[in-house]
């Protein structure tokens, strides 16, 4: 489980591959830690191929623990929006299937109210409405070990960092 320091907040988001997700969340500046992780579903301690099956109804998700001074949580949320096509139903580019699927797991009322306003501002940039589920956190289950840090410790050997990871990092002007 990630640490959360004293004054950390955490907030739990899918938003389609959890490659994809940790890879830019561990470069934004105030965020201690960027987790991959499964979420939303009703099997405990999932596996990555039970998850893959369909039915265990979690999400692939990233765990976020940010330093609210430094980031906001507008900003983690900014970045949600940027990272994937928040109006395509359980389906990111290739990747398709309700585990997927882009929401926004909500650990306090008080980020409950922010995804909420949120998602109604990042509809204006959007023509087809967003699908974003906002729900309360569950239980995150971390995804096995060789999915955390997959991104970094793969770019170089993996085809997929390369033409899905890569573009959405160039996109956010991160290190790639």
């Known amino acids: 489980m990630p640490k959360v320091p004293e004054g950390a907040e955490t907030i739990t988001l899918g938003a389609g591959c959890f490659w994809c997700v940790e890879a830019a969340f561990k470069q934004l500046d105030g965020v201690y830690s960027a987790t991959s992780g499964y979420m939303g579903g009703t099997t405990a301690n999932p596996t990555y191929e039970q998850v893959c099956g369909g039915s265990t109804g979690h999400a692939e998700v990233v765990q976020v623990v940010f330093d609210p001074k430094k980031v906001t949580g507008e900003k983690v949320l900014g970045w949600f929006w940027e990272l994937h096509d928040p109006t395509s139903l359980n389906k990111q580019g290739a990747d398709e299937g309700t585990q997927y699927r882009s929401a926004i ?63 959405k990092l160039k996109k956010l002007k991160l290190d790639h």
């Open 105 to 167: 797991f909500y650990h306090t009322d008080a980020q409950k109210t922010l995804a909420e306003a949120s998602k109604k501002a990042a509809q204006e940039h959007f023509e087809k409405p967003i699908v974003t589920e906002i729900v309360k956190a569950g239980t995150f289950y971390p995804a096995e070990n060789y999915h955390q840090d997959f991104y970094f410790l793969n770019k170089n050997k993996n085809g997929y960092c390369r033409m899905v990871i890569e573009p």
